[in-house]
């Protein structure tokens, strides 16, 4: 499994924001925050083995985050292709990197990282095709048809 291998390829970790909820904004929690670091990127706001909690808006602006990845608890990626349309409307968000340069996720987090369990793989394998799309191909969101991860940005 390619997975495995994913720390010793990668690179200087990039800035990501890995979001539960965005109404109010929500960081990651429990297990997310290791998932984007073995993924080879760090989630600034991120409580790595605690609660999620609310975290304010300037928070998300003052982190910069290169990628976003919306990792909406109990959402599909059509549920979230609502609220990143809210996202949007949000003050500033134009002037954060990531949506500068669209590299905005949305992932089913219904079926992969709300959950723990066997599916957490899924979902580290999902985020290294986001990362590091030249290096794990088969991961890396498809446009059309991909129920498990979109791009939007």
């Known amino acids: ?15 990501i924001a890995a ?15 290791e998932l ?9 706001l991120g409580r790595k083995y605690q609660p999620s909690v609310q975290i304010d ?18 959402y ?5 292709r609502r609220d990143y349309e809210l996202l949007r409307r949000f003050p500033g968000f ?4 990531a949506s500068r340069s ?7 987090a ?4 709300a959950r723990p369990g066997p599916r957490i793989v899924d979902s580290l394998e999902m985020l290294a095709g986001i990362l590091h799309p030249e290096k794990f191909p088969e991961f890396t969101p498809c446009e059309l048809g991909d129920t498990r991860v979109v791009r939007v940005g």
Request: hydrophobic residues 45%; glycine residues 8%.
């Open 102 to 108: 669209g590299e905005i996720y949305l992932v089913d």
């Open 19 to 33: 979001a539960l909820g965005l109404d109010p904004p929500f960081c990651s929690g429990h297990w997310g925050p």
């Open 76 to 80: 599909n990626v059509d549920l979230a």
């Open 57 to 74: 808006w300037n928070a998300v602006l003052d982190a910069r985050p290169e990628v976003i990845v919306l990792a909406l608890c109990g």
């Open 110 to 113: 219904r079926a992969y990282f």
């Open 1 to 15: 499994m390619k997975s495995c291998r994913i720390v010793s390829l990668l690179p200087a970790a990039t800035e």
């Open 94 to 97: 134009d002037s954060i990197p």
């Open 36 to 44: 984007v670091e073995i993924a080879g990127a760090q989630d600034p």
